[in-house]
């Protein structure tokens, strides 16, 4: 299944079996990424189905040596071009030289 067209039930799915043969391949149980990883047996059988939350599925990830995926999955956004034109207007161009600056020894006093 392409993961572009499916439902995001449908991916979390596919997701979760990923996570489990991954775990399979480094010949680990449940039990073991549980421990390794601080959360739950529970949660780890719920991320093999494709129940988790962000949190859980990274340190998983991370148990199982997958932490370099992760910029793939989710690589870093750049500013595009036309936010940058946008903030760029935003940007003080230049000094008002409305206020003046007395030199300390003259005060209104």
Known sequence: MDLREGSPAAVAVILGERLKQAR???????TQVSELSG??????MGAEKG????????????????????????PEQTISP???ARLQG??????SGST???PEGDSEW
């Open 24 to 30: 399979l391949n480094a010949d680990m149980t449940q």
């Open 100 to 102: 003046s600056v007395k």
């Open 90 to 95: 935003k940007k003080r161009q230049r000094a």
């Open 82 to 84: 036309v936010q940058l």
């Open 51 to 74: 129940k988790v939350q962000l949190e859980t599925l990274i340190a998983i990830m991370q148990v199982l040596g997958l932490s370099d995926h992760l910029n793939r999955f989710l």
């Open 39 to 44: 959360v739950s047996r529970k949660m780890v």
